[in-house]
């Protein structure tokens, strides 16, 4: 249900013409290249993700901090409200605790601007779930395997996401 429930924000998205924004860091950074590609070529959603240009995020890395590097990137990427941010992300952030700093700092603009958070998460979901309009948390099945764990259902999940009957657009 919750799937479904995430997939129609999706769906309103695309009807309403807005772009989709993936965040993440690590393994998860990965996933957001990889799921820019299916959200595009599949569900046919405007779909970009700062980890595909390695360049730019050093450069802001470098000249502004880790800390805003993907709050950076959504300010010249123009984010609005009619767009959707997606964070893939094994913690969902955390800024007591300073762990995916800019995860939350790009929460906390995309939330003053009224767009839409989606989170693919596990743990105890972070900021990202504190936050999120739809939040799938990955459940902690054993500790010691938390990361894969959550990494592969994040593939799972928007594989089935970009499938979805209002979604998907290729054969």
Not at 8 to 24: A, D, I, M, P, S
Not at 55 to 72: H, K, M, P, V, Y
Not at 147 to 161: G, I, K, R, V
Request: glycine fraction near 8%.
């Amino acid at each position: 249900m919750l799937k479904s429930y995430f997939s129609q924000e999706l769906v309103n998205l695309k009807k309403r013409g807005g772009r989709l924004f993936l965040l993440g860091v690590g393994g998860s950074a990965a996933n957001c290249s990889h799921a820019v590609n299916d959200f595009r070529k599949i569900a046919n959603i405007e779909c970009y993700t700062p980890v595909d240009n390695v360049s730019e995020l050093t450069a802001r890395t470098n000249d502004d901090g880790w800390d805003t590097i993907f709050t950076q990137w959504l300010i010249g990427s123009k984010l609005s409200k009619n767009d959707a941010v997606m964070i893939l992300s094994v913690g969902g952030g955390n800024k007591e605790k300073n762990v995916s700093t800019n995860i939350v700092s790009a929460l906390d603009y995309a939330k003053k601007l009224g767009t839409t958070i989606l989170g693919i998460v596990s743990r105890d979901g972070g900021h990202t779930k504190k936050v999120a309009d739809v939040c799938i948390l990955v459940p902690v099945i054993n500790d010691k395997s938390i990361t894969p764990y959550a990494e592969s259902f994040q593939a799972l999940l928007w594989h089935c996401m970009v499938n979805y009957p209002g979604l998907k657009e290729a054969k």
